[in-house]
């Protein structure tokens, strides 16, 4: 296939932006400064370059140019950082993947003829510190904001527009591409089925030695420690997979496109996913880029290992501080350019993205994407003591795997996903806004986290019949929070509260708390959407993919009786059977016309008990028994779920994706037999079971 390849083009003036945050443009707007129909000079740092572009065409900018200020790049003790004529190579694609194929994994590689979402809209290009100075001194117009402070080392500038006219011109094309992901794999013995995957970039655009070099290097020690364990005798419950991922500098490629290609499958079968990408950046702080879910494993695990910077000490004493909570200076919420966000925000796997950071401004993370990421240069900025603090970082890593690997019950906590969605909600409520149908959603997911803690702890830890139930329903938590109202194709990332789009509850409360249409019909309708996703949460913590609570009579989702009154949805281990629904039968009275709720008047069907339906399925769980064509088993409690060993007759599957492994389709081999998942790396290739 011939190469497209396209140009972009901008010319006018040129204003200086500082960072580009929507707080800087607001200053640039009150001095009468706009960026319309003007090139935009922007500093890198203080967020992702993408954000930068999108804030900028949004600002009606023509094209953006991206340069790493010295302030910000400045080395140990205020030495000089990257050279002055160094550019940083960035990416600035809205989200991960092939932007071509959103929602699906990319076959061919071949690019429409159309721009797709998330690609910028305008031109962007990197410039060096010394370029962007020459290109600072010409600007005129008013003085810029003192909190600004000047940019460089001490130039006067001010913000624009000068009285010269530019022209960036921006040659960009696509070509098909083969990537070569690389898998390896320890089989678990009593769960093969369910998988532990840790993974790391292996590209890099540039020497890559703090990009990708570390994080290699540790997934590989972490394959020979397990490795050598299961040598000694050591067995582990579940099977560890470690990935290599190719295409990491654009958009986390090979990741995304392997996700996107199992969407129904993997959250039932990957129970967490552990990143090493820029595993070492420094050494002032260790931070941990995670879903709600696994923070206290990791507090566990920071417990166990050591800290390279305090001898005595372990690494959670290090970041205990007096009066305050350890979360607050080590847990960060996964951000879209983390390696680690396509696995929770698009496949409902929780995810953690682990390492040690510099403080903020530390020239190690200026250096990514230069031909200044070399090992050398790490070394000197960490003085000598790489080893040691990469030492602590695998140590952490070790202990998670471990833990996720080997635990009879999952480690994971459900019930912190209460605790997320009260932080969420809290500001709006600080405002006066009256969420009850939220607020009383949020408490049927805690009650239900706490009747599944209940259970667990009331019952025997070897029936290994209740800890895959147990499991499956801890594993459905995180993937039940991936909203159903939204295409994939449209909104990738569609979980409710780490995703991106407007069906997300940030979004949502940026909406309501900006005032903008908070009682609008298309507010009132996520509002809805949203409790009702929530809702299905607490289903699935339990084990009741149909529980959705009193839904039989909500009236106005604004009134303080509707969907969220607690008291109507009862306690979660007293909904009846898996057959005996309640109210939710009666899908006749969902509200009036505007409501948020009008489905049209469905009548009375009975509920799905009456009809035999979903509930009613026989044998509720028991995948070896399927009996006739009506007697499935069920879709929630999958009992045996995984018993690989007993497949019996087509009718008789075993278990949700019992065949064999994730990717052994039954005729297509072991684990890396996909058509070159691990054979020849075409991620585009998957052959046989396409």
């Known amino acids: 296939m011939e190469t497209l390849r396209r140009c972009f083009h901008g010319r006018g003036g040129l204003v200086y932006g500082h960072y580009g945050r929507p707080q800087d443009l607001a200053l640039l707007r009150a001095r009468g400064v706009s960026p319309r129909g003007n090139l935009l000079l922007l500093r890198l740092g203080r967020g992702p370059p993408a954000s930068k572009v999108a804030a900028a065409a949004g600002a009606g900018a023509i094209g953006v140019l991206l340069y790493p200020d010295p302030q910000d790049t400045a080395g140990p003790g205020g030495g000089p950082g990257l050279g002055g004529d160094t550019a940083v190579t960035v990416h600035v694609q809205e989200g991960s993947g092939d932007p071509y194929s959103r929602g699906f994994p990319s076959f061919t590689g071949r690019a429409p003829p159309r721009r797709p979402p998330g690609l910028p809209p305008i031109p962007a290009h990197p410039l060096s510190a010394a370029t962007a100075a020459r290109l600072l001194r010409v600007l005129g117009g008013p003085r810029a904001p003192a909190r600004w402070g000047p940019p460089g080392r001490g130039l006067r500038y001010r913000p624009g527009p000068g009285g010269r006219r530019l022209r960036l011109s921006v040659a ?37 030695a703090a990009a990708s070099g570390v994080g290699t290097a540790l997934l590989l020690e972490l394959a020979h420690l397990f490795a050598a364990m299961g040598r000694d005798g050591f067995q582990l419950r579940r099977t560890l997979l470690f990935v290599s991922w190719d295409g990491g500098e654009f958009g986390h490629l090979g990741a995304t496109e392997w996700l996107e290609g199992y969407p129904n499958l993997l959250h039932t079968k990957a129970a967490a996913y552990i990143s090493l990408d820029q595993a070492v950046l420094g050494d002032d702080r260790l931070v941990a880029k995670t879903s709600p879910t696994l923070v206290n494993l990791i507090e566990s695990a920071l417990s166990q290992v050591e800290s390279p910077n305090e001898g005595g000490k372990s690494l959670l004493e290090q970041v205990t501080r007096p009066g305050r909570a350890w979360e607050s200076d080590v847990i960060r919420p996964l951000p879209p350019e983390s390696g680690a966000f396509p696995f929770t925000a698009a496949a409902g796997v929780p995810a953690v993205e682990l390492g040690f950071d510099e403080a903020p401004g530390g020239w190690s993370r200026a250096a990514l994407g230069t031909r200044e990421d ?52 809290a500001p709006l409520q ?35 019949r209740l800890n895959r139930g147990f499991n499956a329903r801890i594993m459905a938590a995180e993937a039940s929070l991936l909203s159903p109202f939204v295409s994939p194709l449209a909104a990738p990332f569609r979980h409710v509260l780490l995703g991106r789009g407007g069906h997300t509850l940030p979004a949502l409360a940026a909406r309501l708390g900006g005032g903008r249409g908070a009682r609008g019909a298309a507010a009132r309708r996520r509002l809805a959407l949203l409790a009702w996703t929530l809702q299905g949460t607490a289903g699935a913590l339990a084990g009741d993919a149909w529980r959705r609570g009193d839904v039989g009579d909500r009236g106005d989702i604004w009134d303080q009786g509707g969907l969220g009154d607690g008291g109507e949805h009862g306690d979660p281990g007293g909904r009846g059977g898996p057959g005996d629904n309640g109210d939710y039968g009666d899908n006749g009275d969902y509200g009036g016309p505007g409501d948020g709720w009008d489905y049209g008047d469905y009548g009375d069907r009975g509920g799905p008990g009456d009809r035999g339906g979903p509930g009613d399925n026989g044998d509720y769980g028991d995948y070896g028994d399927h009996g006739g064509p009506g007697d499935r088993g069920g879709p929630g409690d999958n ?13 008789d599957r075993g278990g949700l994706g019992d065949n064999g492994d994730l990717w052994d389709y039954g005729d297509y081999g072991d684990i890396w037999d996909v058509g070159g998942l691990g054979d020849n790396g075409d991620i585009w290739d998957h052959g046989g079971p396409w």
């Not at 040691?388 to 890593?397: G, L, Q």
């Open 172 to 208: 960009a094309g696509t070509r098909p591409g083969t990537l070569t992901s690389v898998f390896g794999a320890l089989e678990g013995r009593l769960e093969p089925d369910c998988y532990i995957i840790v993974g790391a970039q292996r590209d890099s655009l540039g020497p890559g």
């Open 639 to 651: 009992g045996d779920y995984g018993d690989t060993r007993d497949r019996g007759g087509p009718g």
């Open 374 to 425: 070399t090992l050398g240069r790490l070394q000197g900025r960490l003085r000598g003591r790489l080893p040691a603090v990469a030492r602590a970082v695998v140590a952490v890593a070790a202990q998670l795997l471990l833990r996720l690997a080997h635990d009879a019950r999952l480690p994971l906590d459900p019930g912190a996903l209460g605790d997320a969605l009260l932080r969420r909600l």
């Open 430 to 464: 600080a405002q006066g806004l009256s969420l009850q149908c939220l607020s009383s959603a949020r408490g049927d997911v805690v009650r239900a986290a706490e009747t599944l803690r209940r259970e667990m702890a009331g019952s025997e830890g070897t029936n290994e």
